[in-house]
């Protein structure tokens, strides 16, 4: 997202919890919205695939180390978004 609503909220939290961000692309999104739908049964919205995707990747970069206790947050429904994926959802 070129300028998020909260920009200026989340670049600040960032910086006072020493936290991280990263990116996640399109596919990668999609494939963490494909996984949690094939292992968990979960249709989560774009946002969740990649928040998905997000902590696989900052667990294997050691960021986040294994037996951690995380929350992550899903906002949606993959339901409204079935359209625009079904081309790609299929792998």
């Known amino acids: 997202m070129p300028r998020?609503?909260?920009?200026?909220?989340?670049?600040?939290?960032?910086?006072?919890?020493?936290?991280?961000?990263?990116s996640i692309t399109d596919e990668e999104m999609l494939e963490g919205m494909r996984e949690l739908a094939r292992h968990e049964g979960l249709l989560v919205a774009p946002?969740?695939?990649?928040?998905?995707?997000?902590?696989?990747?900052?667990?294997?970069?050691?960021?986040?180390?294994?037996g951690e206790q995380i929350l992550l947050l899903n906002t949606g429904s993959a339901d409204k978004y079935?359209?625009?994926a079904a081309n790609r959802w299929e792998k």
């Open 4 to 22: 998020p609503l909260g920009e200026q909220m989340m670049l600040r939290v960032l910086a006072e919890s020493n936290g991280t961000a990263l």
């Open 47 to 66: 946002e969740g695939g990649a928040v998905w995707l997000a902590a696989r990747k900052l667990l294997a970069s050691g960021w986040l180390a294994p």
């Open 82 to 84: 079935m359209e625009n």
